[in-house]
């Protein structure tokens, strides 16, 4: 029986991850440490509410009393609680240095002082920043241009610092653009997929032109689940999905999967330091014998699928919170 403590489980990556963990798994227990911020939302997980396996304990990560006690149980400790999306660090950095760079830190503290099996610190791509041609690799230097990105640097190379200096069982990933199930609708698939449900602009920020290498989330859960028993500690390792597109590209692909006239784009103000193309080299990853499973149009199609079966969840994200949100930063509605 495994232990794991899941930080951020209610969110977009973090829920897929606790599905995926039942699905492969049946002598383990997950507990769920999340915040519930905006992004947080309990009904993802409302399968295993029942589960005798499950816990979902409502907390922040930066609070070291809450924390303790609950790495001292777990054999896993798998990181993705954080404030996440780019265009909220530039209008409000505060919470993203707290979450994702000191709430990291606590994490770490109390797996120093409890001791882990292992600890996944789940980085990003963004943290090398932005590449014009050719691919990172994992000993590239850290270029991060956004404060979302330069909060992940921080907490990465903090991890890393724990392994040399501590020798704890650290292991950093770097995944690209994921899409799929239960993301709230402010990345760009899951905005542009519902807001063409609701005949509603698609805001393409500056050209369009700008490049993302996208994985389907389940590929992201698979590839954590891989490098947690093929890892080794002190290593990072890129995911990708070897999916580059531009954001048009994605943006045409979801308006012809919901037959949605090309009327609904709208080219806004570009984003303010705007990384152009994000692209990883996952040789090492390939060479352990990883690789991703789903195809993009197949896994993009699916999402779309998703979305069009599961218009309460997302409807009820939308009515509210965001749309206030997005006003009183863009000073427009959608
Ligand atoms: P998300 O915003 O959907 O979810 C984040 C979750 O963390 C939410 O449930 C939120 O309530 C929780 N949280 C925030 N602050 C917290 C705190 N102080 N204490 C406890 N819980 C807190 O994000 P996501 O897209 O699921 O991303 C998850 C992780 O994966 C993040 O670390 C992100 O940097 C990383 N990542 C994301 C992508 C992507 O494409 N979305 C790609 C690579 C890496
Ligand atoms: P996003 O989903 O926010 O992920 P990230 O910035 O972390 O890569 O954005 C993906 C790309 O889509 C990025 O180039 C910005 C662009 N984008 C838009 O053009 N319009 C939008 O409304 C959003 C949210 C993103």
Not at 155 to 161: G, I, P, V
Request: proline share 4%; glycine share 8%.
């Amino acid at each position: 029986m495994k232990t794991y403590l899941v930080t951020g489980g209610a969110g977009f990556i973090g829920a897929n991850y606790i599905h995926y963990l039942f699905e492969k798994y049946d002598d383990i227990h997950v507990y769920n440490l999340d915040k519930l911020t905006y992004a947080g939302n309990p009904e993802n997980l409302k399968e295993f509410e029942n589960n005798p396996n499950y816990t979902f304990i409502k907390g922040d990560i930066c609070d070291p009393e809450f924390v303790g006690p609950l790495v001292a149980k777990s054999d896993i400790v798998v990181n993705f609680a954080a404030e996440s999306h780019v265009d909220r660090s530039i209008g409000a950095p505060d919470d993203f240095i707290r979450t994702d760079v000191f709430g990291a830190f606590v994490l770490l503290e109390s797996a120093r002082k409890h001791g882990v099996e292992k600890f996944i610190q789940i980085s990003t791509d963004e943290v090398y920043g932005s590449i014009e041609k050719g691919s990172f690799v994992e000993t590239d230097p850290l270029m991060p241009s956004s404060p979302y990105s330069a909060s992940k640097s921080g907490a990465d190379r903090l991890a890393f610092s724990y392994y040399v200096t501590y020798d704890l069982p650290i292991i950093i990933s770097r995944c690209s653009n994921n899409y799929g199930p239960y993301q709230y609708p402010e990345k760009l698939i899951s905005l542009f997929i519902t807001n063409a449900f609701e005949n509603k602009q698609l805001p393409v920020y500056g050209d369009g032109k700008n490049v993302r290498d996208w994985i389907y989330v389940w590929d992201h859960c698979n590839a954590v689940d891989f490098i947690i028993h093929n890892g080794q500690n002190g290593e990072i390792y890129n995911i990708g999905g070897g999916n580059e597109r531009t954001n048009l590209e994605i943006t045409e692909f979801i308006l012809k999967a919901l037959d949605k006239p090309h009327s609904l784009i709208k080219f806004v103000t570009d984003r303010p330091g705007h990384d152009r193309r994000y692209s990883l080299d996952c040789t090492k990853l390939k060479n352990m014998g990883w690789k991703p499973e789903f195809n993009l149009e197949t896994a993009l199609q699916a999402t779309v699928n998703w979305y069009r079966e599961h218009q309460a969840w997302w409807k009820k994200i939308k009515s509210g919170e965001y749309l206030e949100y997005y006003k009183s930063h863009y000073g427009k509605s959608l």
